[in-house]
C-alpha cells in the first residue's frame, strides 16, 4: 500500500505524470508550460567530462551539454558541421582548415572562438591515459609523444583553427566528431580542475542543473542556444533504473517517457501498448567476454581458443536476444567497412576445447572469476544471465568460474586495471570506423586505457598504425582483414554477439532519433 501511494504521489508531482495525468501531458504540450522529459536508464554516469570517459552512460548525459567541431548525422555517421560550419583539408592530408560559427555562447556565459578550441586540445594533448584515455587512444599518444598524431592546433583568426598533423589519418574528422571531444568553457576546466566533470559547462542545447549520484542527472535548456529552434524540451531528467523489469514498469505507469536498456522479451509488451512506442536502434556494436593476456592460465593462447570453443554464443544469442542479435565473430561488427567475413568462426565444440585445455597442462582444469556487467548494456541486454549461461559452458569442460560483480564505475575500473581473470563488455562504435574498433579495444597502444585485456601484438600494431595513415579505402579493407585473421587466432576475446538495442517511450515523445553511436542528440525532441 505504502508502494502504491509513494507512486501516485510521484506522479502527481511529475510535470510527466502516470496514466491518472495523462491530460496533464497533453495540456503542457498545447499551453506552453514547461516540457520535462524523464530518460530512464540502465546506469548512472561515470563523469559528465567527456574526454575522461568512454562508456556510454556518460555520453548519454554529455552529447546534449557539448557541441563537438563537426556532427554525425541524424542516424549515421556521415560528416556534417558543428561548431565548424565550413573545413578545408591539405591535399596531402597533413594540415586541416576549420571555419568557426560566431556568436556561440558556452552555458558560463563566455564566448566560443577559435582560441577555446586551442584551449580544449592543450588540455587534452597535455594529459595523459589516465586521465583522458580516449584523447590517446584516438590520436596515438600525448603531446610530444612519437606516436602522438596531432602536431599543432593554432588560432589563425579569431574564428580559424589549423591542425596539423604528423601523419594522415584517415579517420580525423570522424574522431573529432566524437562524444569524447566536446568543446568545453576553458573559464570553466581551469577554474574547476578535477572537478569539472561534476559541474560541467559547455555549448550545447541543455545547461547542467543537478546531479544526484545514482538516481538523477537534470538539465536544463540553455536559452542562448546557437541554433535556432532548439532544444524544444525545457528540462530532461536522466533517471537510474538499473533493474529491466523496474524501468519497463516506470515506462508503463508514465513515470518516465523514455527507457533504454529494453530487453528483446519485453518488446512484446511495448509494440502491444497503445500509449507506448518501440524504437530500434542501428546496429554497430560488438558484446564479448575480455580474457585478460597478463593472467594466468589466459597468457596461454591454446586456453584462449578453448574458452572460445567452449561457450555456445548461440544458444545465448537466442536465449537473451531473441531474434534481435547475431552470433558474433570478429571484433567489428558487419555494418563496419573491413569487416573480414572469410573468417570462420569458432564452432561449439566442448571436447575440441579440452583437447586444447589438457595441451596447456590443464586437463583437470581451472579456477577463475568471472566478471558479470552490473547494468544492462545495448550490446548486452542482461550481463548476469549471460554470465550464468557462460559459466555452465564452462563447467562442462572443468573450469570453475566464480560471477563476481561491482558497482558499474568500479566494474570498469577494475577490468581497466587488468584485475579480472575474465570479463563481460562490449562497445558500441563511436565513428563508424574500423579503427575505432580494433584499434582502440585490442591495440597495445591502449593497454590501460580501452584495451582491457592486456593483448599485445606488434605485427597486428603495425598493420593498425599503417590502416590508420592509409586514404585508400580499399587498402585500408585489406588491412582491417588482415588483422581480424590476427585476432582470431590470438583470441584474447570470445566474441559474443552484434545486437540491435531497443528503447521505448511514449506515443507523445516525438522527433527522437536513435543513434548508432548510442549517444542521442535530444535537441529536437519534444512532448505532444
Request: hydrophobic share 35%.
Amino acid at each position: 500500500m505504502l508502494l502504491l501511494v509513494s507512486t501516485a504521489l510521484y506522479g502527481c508531482n511529475s510535470d510527466n505524470a502516470s496514466d491518472d495525468n495523462g491530460d496533464a501531458k497533453e495540456e503542457n504540450g498545447d499551453s506552453g508550460e514547461p516540457k520535462t522529459l524523464i530518460f530512464g536508464r540502465g546506469g548512472d554516469s561515470v563523469s559528465l567530462d567527456p574526454i575522461t570517459v568512454t562508456d556510454g552512460e556518460s555520453y548519454k548525459v554529455t552529447k546534449n551539454i557539448f557541441d563537438t567541431l563537426v556532427n554525425f548525422g541524424e542516424q549515421d555517421t556521415e560528416i556534417h558541421p558543428g561548431l565548424a560550419k565550413e573545413w578545408t583539408p591539405a591535399e596531402d592530408g597533413l594540415t586541416y582548415n576549420f571555419v568557426l560559427e560566431e556568436g556561440v555562447k558556452f552555458h558560463d556565459g563566455t564566448d566560443f572562438n577559435a582560441e577555446a578550441v586551442v584551449a580544449n586540445f592543450e588540455r587534452w594533448a597535455g594529459g595523459d591515459a589516465d586521465q583522458f584515455p580516449y584523447y590517446g587512444s584516438m590520436f596515438g599518444g600525448f603531446g610530444d609523444e612519437e606516436g602522438h598524431v596531432i602536431e599543432s592546433v593554432t588560432a589563425v583568426g579569431d574564428f580559424e583553427v589549423e591542425f596539423k598533423l604528423k601523419r594522415p589519418q584517415a579517420p580525423f574528422l570522424k574522431n573529432i566528431a566524437m562524444s569524447s571531444f566536446g568543446i568545453a568553457s576553458p573559464t570553466a576546466f581551469e577554474e574547476m580542475g578535477d572537478k569539472f566533470g561534476d559541474s560541467p559547462v559547455g555549448t550545447g542545447p541543455f545547461k547542467f542543473v543537478e546531479w544526484k549520484r545514482n538516481d538523477t542527472i537534470t538539465i536544463e535548456k540553455f536559452e542562448d542556444y546557437w541554433v535556432d529552434g532548439e532544444p524544444k524540451l525545457d528540462t530532461v531528467v536522466f533517471r537510474s533504473l538499473p533493474d529491466n523489469s523496474a524501468r519497463l514498469n516506470a515506462l508503463l505507469s508514465g513515470e518516465i517517457d523514455l527507457a533504454d536498456g529494453i530487453t528483446p522479451a519485453d518488446s512484446a509488451t511495448v509494440e502491444g501498448d497503445d500509449n507506448l512506442q518501440l524504437f530500434e536502434r542501428p546496429s554497430m556494436n560488438v558484446g564479448y567476454l575480455g580474457l585478460t593476456t597478463t593472467r594466468e592460465p589466459f597468457d596461454d593462447p591454446k586456453v584462449r581458443q578453448a574458452m572460445n570453443y567452449a561457450i555456445d554464443k548461440q544458444a545465448i544469442v537466442d536465449a537473451f536476444f531473441e531474434g534481435r542479435g547475431d552470433v558474433a565473430k570478429n571484433p567489428i561488427p558487419p555494418a563496419i567497412s573491413g569487416y573480414n567475413d572469410d573468417i570462420e568462426a569458432y564452432p561449439y565444440d566442448p571436447e575440441k576445447a579440452k583437447e586444447l585445455l589438457a595441451e596447456a597442462g590443464l586437463e583437470d582444469g581451472f579456477e577463475m572469476e568471472l566478471y558479470a556487467m552490473p547494468v544492462p548494456r545495448p550490446y548486452m541486454p542482461d550481463g548476469e544471465k549471460v554470465a550464468e549461461a557462460i559459466q555452465k559452458n564452462l563447467a562442462d569442460i572443468g573450469v570453475t568460474a566464480e560471477i563476481v560483480s561491482y558497482e558499474w564505475a568500479t566494474y570498469l575500473e577494475k577490468a581497466a586495471n587488468g584485475e579480472a581473470d575474465a570479463f563481460l563488455l562490449g562497445w558500441t562504435g563511436d565513428n563508424g570506423d574500423a579503427d575505432n574498433f580494433i584499434y582502440v579495444l585490442l591495440d597495445q597502444d591502449n593497454i590501460g586505457s580501452n584495451n582491457y585485456t592486456y593483448y599485445e601484438n606488434q605485427e597486428l600494431h603495425d598493420i593498425l598504425i599503417e590502416a590508420q595513415t592509409e586514404v585508400d579505402e580499399d587498402v585500408r579493407n585489406e588491412l582491417y582483414a588482415k588483422a581480424q585473421e590476427i585476432i582470431h587466432e590470438d583470441a584474447p576475446w570470445v566474441p559474443l554477439a552484434h545486437s540491435t538495442p531497443l528503447l521505448a517511450g511514449g506515443k507523445n515523445v516525438v522527433n527522437f532519433k536513435a543513434h548508432p553511436t548510442g549517444s542521442d542528440k535530444l535537441a529536437s525532441v519534444d512532448l505532444e
